[in-house]
């Protein structure tokens, strides 16, 4: 069974950073493309970027490049999302999702992982 | 990359149909949209793809017969026949423009769907 189960609520101050994670498990983690997106309260969703795990090839939508940073670590089948300097614009719930093979359609989701930034 | 555009609400009463509407911007006909259903505070899940030919491989798992697609021109439609109470959610279509590392994804602003 594929899952993909993320790290809990954050809650963080402006200008601080944060990781956060998306484990994965029933399925080749290598070999399928996984992708962060964004859900601010009340919005739609938003596509960040995705990273390639078997070579950590990355790709960011134009409007997060530079805002945050993609990251996996092969032998725990991780994955990471990441943020040097927080604002509080980035207050929002975060999912990761696994991009099928071939075709694109994110086909399972993360519980999402809700990051809070207030002073 | 296409733009995605979505009607903001939709409703209809227990046991009726309702259908949603993706439409794609300009120029962009021949490009397939994925369907996700996204449950009051929780995560999205995958309803299944849609061309101008159908229903694009399979449905997501534990997907009733109850929903189906259609697509004409630009738009991309998504059906549910016989409402359930369980069926009121929000509805995000999504598309992919480019291959490899040089794809993006796209979304509408989502369909809340209410059940009367």
């Known amino acids: 069974e594929v899952q993909l189960v993320q790290s809990g609520v954050e809650a963080k101050k402006p200008g601080e950073s944060l990781k956060i994670s998306c484990k994965a498990s029933?399925?080749?983690?290598?070999?399928?493309?996984i992708a962060w997106l964004r859900q601010m309260p009340g919005r739609g969703l938003e596509w960040v970027g995705f990273?390639?795990?078997?070579?950590?090839?990355?790709s960011y939508s134009p409007s997060f490049q530079g805002q945050v940073t993609i990251s996996v670590d092969k032998s725990i089948s991780t994955a990471y999302l990441h943020w040097n300097s927080l604002k509080a614009s980035d207050t929002a719930m975060y999912y990761c999702?696994?991009?099928?093979?071939?075709?694109?359609?994110?086909?399972?989701w993360g519980q999402g992982s809700l990051v809070t930034v207030s002073s | 990359q296409p733009v995605l555009t979505q009607p903001p609400s939709a409703s209809a009463s227990l046991g009726a149909s309702v259908t949603l509407t993706c439409t794609l911007s300009?120029?962009?006909?021949?490009?397939?949209v994925d369907w996700y259903q996204q449950r009051p505070g929780m995560g999205p899940r995958f309803v299944m793809r849609?061309?101008?030919?159908?229903?694009?491989?399979s449905k997501g798992d534990g997907i009733p017969d109850r929903f189906s697609v259609l697509g004409s021109g630009l738009n991309r439609y998504l059906t549910i026949k016989n409402i359930q109470e369980d069926d009121e959610s929000d509805f995000h279509c999504?598309?992919?423009?480019?291959?490899?590392?040089?794809?993006?994804?796209?979304f509408g602003g989502g369909t809340k769907v209410t059940v009367l």
């Open positions: 999504g598309a992919d423009h480019g291959s490899g590392s040089d794809l993006v994804y796209v």
């Open positions: 029933g399925y080749n983690f290598p070999n399928y493309w």
């Open positions: 300009s120029g962009y006909s021949d490009y397939k």
């Open positions: 999702g696994r991009h099928s093979a071939g075709d694109n359609r994110i086909d399972f």
């Open positions: 849609v061309g101008t030919g159908g229903i694009v491989g």
């Open positions: 990273i390639y795990p078997d070579d950590s090839d990355t």
